[in-house]
């Protein structure tokens, strides 16, 4: 069992930055495939990015490709989502997830997710 929580989260005007980060509970975090989703109002979750347990391997959604940067923190059980150049379409809940396995986009193949932070970008 993985528990997550994510921080970071906040208001920022276009073009800002902000990083998010995830604590994960457990002693085998370097085991865990480690991702971020977002969802907007009305809208269905969706991927943002992924790596794997030895950094080794990152995906990103072509949306925040050049923008967001994802990496991770074994020592200290800890993954991070840098994201620069904020744009208000990037509003929406933030979500941390793991799966013990190897990276993957799909939402439904995550196993533990957090609780999610917001964050909204104003025009």
């Known amino acids: 069992q993985v528990q997550l929580v994510e921080s970071g989260g906040g208001l920022v005007q276009a073009g800002g930055s902000l990083r998010l980060s995830c604590a994960a509970s457990?002693?085998?975090?370097?085991?865990?495939?480690m991702g971020w989703f977002r969802q907007a109002p009305g809208k269905e979750r969706e991927f943002v990015a992924a790596i794997s347990g030895s950094s080794t391997t990152t995906y990103y959604a072509d949306s925040v490709k050049g923008r967001f940067t994802i990496s991770r923190d074994n020592a200290k059980n800890t993954v991070y989502l840098q994201m620069n150049s904020l744009k208000p379409e990037d509003t929406a809940v933030y979500y941390c997830?793991?799966?013990?396995?190897?990276?993957?986009?799909?939402?439904?193949?995550?196993?533990?997710w957090g609780q999610g932070t917001q964050v909204t970008v104003s025009s």
């Open positions: 997830a793991a799966r013990l396995a190897r990276v993957v986009t799909a939402t439904h193949r995550w196993d533990y």
């Open positions: 457990g002693r085998t975090f370097s085991s865990y495939a």
